[in-house]
C-alpha cells in the first residue's frame, strides 16, 4: 500500500472510533488522522493542489462554483480508500496585520488565486532541487557549443555585410533561453537576432491582435537601398528580404571550415532561418532571425502592457518603454492571402532585461543577495513542458515555451515581492505558478505580456488546451512521475 493509501485508510479508521463523539468529531478526528505531523505522514514527498474555499456569494444568490482546476480530486487513493483532503491555504485574514498584499492583476490578465506563504515541504522541495540539478548545462558543454556558434556566426555576418550593401549595419544580438540563463538540458539550441537599424516606419495594423503589421517607408527615407525589398504595394515585404539574406548564408556555409554547418529548408511563415551545425554526438541548431530596429514610439497596443510597475518600478518600466522598438520578419497566419509583407512585434531584447535583473531589490540573485527561485520556476514548468510535448507531439504542437514564459512573467507582476519567491519556498512557488498556468489553460485565455488584447491561448485551440491540462492534472495529482525520468 502507497503512502496516499495509508493515509486514506488510517482516516476511515479514525472516523470509526469516533463515530460515538457525534458527526463533527468524526470529521475532526478523520481529517487530523490523515493528515499526520505537519501535513505530510512520513514526510511525504507529494505535491498535491490545495483545496482552497471559494467566499461566500451573497444572500439571494447562488455560490460560483470553483474552476474545474480547484475541484478536481487530488486522484485516488490505492488499495481503495478515499483520497484524504488536500491541505487548505493558510492564507492570512484580508485585515491581518502584516499580511502583505499583492499586486494588482494586468487587465486582461486571468486572476490567480492568493498563494498564501508557508512551510515548504522539505522532501517535496528536495526532489525538485534534484530535477533543477539535472537540468542545468555543463560548464564544459556550454562552452564548447557557444564556441563553435561564436565561430560561425561571426563568419556569416561578415559575409552578409560584404555581399549585400543592404545588410552592412547589421548587428548580432543573443536572444532566447540560452541567453537569458534559463536554457534547460543542453546548449543545442541557441537565437541570433540580426538586427537591422531602420529610420522611422509607417505601421499599419494587419489584424485586432496589435501584434503584427505592415511597414511603409516615410516620405524620402534614408534607407534608398532597401527599395528593392518593397513589394508593388509599397509595403517592405518581410518575404523578400528574408530570401535575399538566406542565399547568403546558404553560400557562405560553404566555406566554413573546420566544422560541419547546413541550412535547415525553411519553414512557411517562420521569422528564422535555421542552420544545424554537427558537433559529434549532437547537433547544435541555431535560428537566425533579421530584425528590424525602429527608433521610434511603440504602437497604441502595447500601451496597457508591460505593467511591471510593483515588480521592477515604474522608472524601469518607462526605461524599457523609450528603447527602440523591434519588428521580425514573421508572416500573419490569419491572413487570407499570405504575401509575405507582414511584420510582428518583437521584445526579445526587453525580456532579455527582465530576466537577467529579475528581483524587486537590486540585489536579488547576487552573489553576496538574497536568493529567489523565480528562475528554478520557470525552468521546472519548461522542463514539464518539454517532456509532455516528447510523448504527444501531435496533440500539442501548438504550445512552446513562450507560453511559459509569458505566464511567468504574468506571475511576477502578480507575485512581485522577492519575498515571494523565497529560495527555500521552491515546492510552494513552483505549485502556485502552474496554478495560474493551469488556470490560462482552463479559461483559454493568455494575454500577451506587452499586448494585451492579443491571446496567446485561442479559442481555436480549446481541445489543445484541455488536453493539455488534463495531462498536468494527472502529473500533479501523481506526485510528478514525469520528473523522476530521466
Not at 27 to 45: F, L, N
Not at 90 to 105: E, I
Request: include cysteine; hydrophobic fraction near 35%; charge should be positive.
Amino acid at each position: 500500500m502507497d503512502r496516499a493509501g495509508g493515509r486514506g485508510e488510517r482516516g476511515l479508521r479514525g472516523a470509526r472510533r469516533a463515530a460515538s463523539r457525534g458527526r463533527g468529531a468524526a470529521r475532526s478526528a478523520a481529517r487530523s488522522s490523515s493528515r499526520g505531523p505537519g501535513g505530510s505522514p512520513g514526510g511525504a514527498a507529494t505535491l498535491r493542489a490545495p483545496r482552497r474555499k471559494e467566499p461566500a456569494a451573497p444572500r439571494g444568490r447562488p455560490a460560483r462554483r470553483a474552476s474545474a482546476v480547484r475541484s478536481l480530486p487530488a486522484g485516488p487513493a490505492a488499495g481503495g480508500g478515499e483520497a484524504p483532503p488536500a491541505p487548505r491555504s493558510r492564507a492570512p485574514a484580508a485585515g491581518a496585520p502584516g499580511a502583505r498584499r499583492r499586486a494588482a492583476v494586468p487587465d486582461g490578465a486571468v486572476a490567480a488565486p492568493v498563494a498564501a506563504r508557508r512551510p515548504p515541504t522539505a522532501a517535496g522541495a528536495l526532489r525538485l532541487r534534484d530535477v533543477l540539478s539535472r537540468l542545468t548545462l555543463g560548464r564544459q558543454d556550454v562552452s564548447e557549443a557557444s564556441g563553435l556558434v561564436n565561430q560561425v556566426v561571426s563568419q556569416l555576418i561578415q559575409a552578409i555585410r560584404s555581399t549585400d550593401s543592404s545588410f552592412n549595419s547589421i548587428k548580432r544580438l543573443g536572444a532566447g533561453s540560452y541567453y537569458e540563463h534559463v536554457k534547460i538540458s543542453e546548449p543545442n539550441e541557441f537565437d541570433i537576432m540580426l538586427v537591422m537599424p531602420v529610420s522611422r516606419l509607417q505601421l499599419d495594423e494587419c489584424d485586432d491582435t496589435g501584434a503584427y503589421y505592415y511597414l511603409t517607408f516615410k516620405r524620402n527615407p534614408k534607407e534608398k537601398h532597401l527599395s528593392k525589398f518593397l513589394d508593388e504595394d509599397g509595403k517592405l515585404s518581410a518575404f523578400k528580404m528574408l530570401q535575399a539574406l538566406q542565399e547568403i548564408i546558404k553560400q557562405e556555409v560553404k566555406n566554413i571550415e573546420d566544422v560541419k554547418v547546413t541550412v535547415k529548408r525553411k519553414k512557411a511563415g517562420s521569422p528564422a532561418i535555421t542552420l544545424q551545425i554537427k558537433n559529434p554526438p549532437a547537433e547544435i541548431s541555431v535560428d537566425i532571425i533579421l530584425t528590424l530596429e525602429v527608433q521610434q514610439s511603440w504602437p497604441p497596443s502595447t500601451q496597457d502592457g508591460l505593467k511591471i510597475e510593483q515588480w521592477l518600478g515604474r522608472k524601469v518600466r518607462g526605461d524599457f518603454r523609450n528603447k527602440s522598438l523591434y519588428l521580425v520578419a514573421k508572416q500573419n497566419k490569419n491572413e487570407k492571402v499570405l504575401r509575405g509583407n507582414t511584420w510582428r512585434l518583437s521584445f526579445s531584447h526587453i525580456e532579455k532585461a527582465m530576466l537577467n535583473n529579475h528581483g524587486s531589490s537590486k540585489t536579488c540573485c547576487e552573489s553576496d543577495g538574497p536568493k529567489c527561485c523565480r528562475k528554478g520556476c520557470l525552468k521546472l514548468l519548461k522542463y514539464l513542458l518539454e517532456q509532455l510535448k516528447m510523448t504527444h507531439t501531435k496533440k500539442l504542437e501548438k504550445f512552446c515555451s513562450y507560453h511559459v514564459k509569458t505566464a511567468f512573467f504574468h506571475s511576477c507582476v502578480m507575485w512581485p515581492n522577492d519575498a515571494d519567491w523565497h529560495s527555500g519556498d521552491l515546492d510552494h512557488c513552483f505549485q502556485k505558478y502552474l496554478r495560474y498556468f493551469m488556470d490560462c489553460l482552463q479559461q483559454s485565455h493568455l494575454p500577451h505580456f506587452f499586448i494585451p488584447q492579443y491571446n496567446l491561448l485561442s479559442l481555436e485551440n480549446k481541445a489543445s488546451s484541455n488536453f493539455l491540462l488534463e495531462l498536468i492534472n494527472k502529473e500533479w495529482n501523481n506526485g510528478f512521475p514525469i520528473f523522476q525520468e530521466k
